[in-house]
């Protein structure tokens, strides 16, 4: 028996282990890419929702607008409004650049300028 046969299986074996570590690199770097496209395609799909929402808030404050405006003398708007609690807050001078008038306010408390919901006529 040689002395050389233990060094040389050691050798191998730890060229083997080297080689299994690269092959392990390779896939995690693989998948550290995938990961990086999908998470820049989510990032621009959430800038774009991003870019949306001021029209949102300005048909939702319409949509609110209308139906205050709508339960002056329907019954039904009445109710939504006194189920949702929908109000009609005064802005602040200068506060709102767009210069929609109305919003939708969840609690009184949130916003001092709020003015109560009118009630239903019974």
Same mark, same amino acid.
């Given at each position: 028996m040689s002395a050389f046969l233990p060094l040389t299986v050691l050798a191998v074996s730890f060229a083997l282990f080297?080689?299994?570590?690269?092959?392990?690199l390779l896939t995690v770097?693989?998948? $550290?890419?995938?990961?990086?496209?999908?998470? $820049?395609?989510?990032?621009e799909q959430r800038?774009?929702?991003?870019?949306?929402?001021?029209? $949102?808030?300005?048909?939702?404050?319409?949509?609110f607008t209308d139906i205050l405006?709508? !339960?002056?003398d329907n019954k039904e708007a009445q109710d939504i409004v006194a189920r949702?609690?929908?109000? $009609?807050t005064l802005p602040q001078p200068g506060a709102d650049a767009n210069g929609s008038t109305a919003k939708p306010s969840s609690s009184p408390a949130a916003t001092p300028?709020?003015?109560?919901?009118?009630?239903? !006529?019974?």
């Amino acid at each position: 028996m040689s002395a050389f046969l233990p060094l040389t299986v050691l050798a191998v074996s730890f060229a083997l282990f080297l080689v299994s570590q690269i092959s392990n690199l390779l896939t995690v770097r693989s998948s $550290l890419v995938d990961s990086n496209g999908k998470f $820049l395609a989510l990032k621009e799909q959430r800038n774009q929702i991003i870019k949306q929402t001021p029209q $949102l808030e300005a048909r939702l404050a319409k949509l609110f607008t209308d139906i205050l405006t709508l !339960a002056k003398d329907n019954k039904e708007a009445q109710d939504i409004v006194a189920r949702s609690g929908i109000q $009609l807050t005064l802005p602040q001078p200068g506060a709102d650049a767009n210069g929609s008038t109305a919003k939708p306010s969840s609690s009184p408390a949130a916003t001092p300028e709020a003015t109560p919901a009118p009630t239903p !006529a019974k």
